[in-house]
Nanobody, 117 residues
Framework: QVQLVESGGGLVQPGGSLRLSCAASGFTFSNYAMSWYRQAPGMERELVARITTGGSTKYADSVKGRFTISRDNAKNTVYLQMNSLKPEDTAVYYC???????????WGQGTQVTVSS
């Protein structure tokens, strides 16, 4: 049974930091590209950051220089370190696992991040 379980969300003041974690199970984690998406109220879900099986990363322009995605294949976990948070970062953050060649795509349940004073 595939599971992606996000944690680490919460309420933080502008300029603060949070670290999101996504623990994966039920599939071979190291074979999957992992991504973080977010969805704000009334907005479409958007890609925040992605890390390939080889460790290459890609970021949305809005988070470059502030967010860092990383993965630990030994722990089957992907992380998103978020620094210098802004109110516009407020959203539900979702973890995604993808193995395009096998048409495999999995989603977590999401974790709320709220940036507010």
């Amino acid at each position: 049974q595939v599971q992606l379980v996000e944690s680490g969300g919460g309420l933080v003041q502008p300029g603060g930091s949070l670290r999101l974690s996504c623990a994966a199970s039920g599939f071979t984690f190291s074979n999957y590209a992992m991504s973080w998406y977010r969805q704000a109220p009334g907005m479409e879900r958007e890609l925040v950051a992605r890390i390939t099986t080889g460790g290459s990363t890609k970021y949305a322009d809005s988070v470059k220089g502030r967010f860092t995605i990383s993965r630990d294949n030994a722990k089957n976990t992907v992380y998103l370190q978020m620094n210098s948070l802004k109110p516009e970062d407020t959203a539900v953050y979702y973890c995604n696992a993808e193995r395009a060649a096998y048409y495999a795509n999995y989603w977590g349940q999401g974790t709320q991040v709220t940036v507010s004073s």
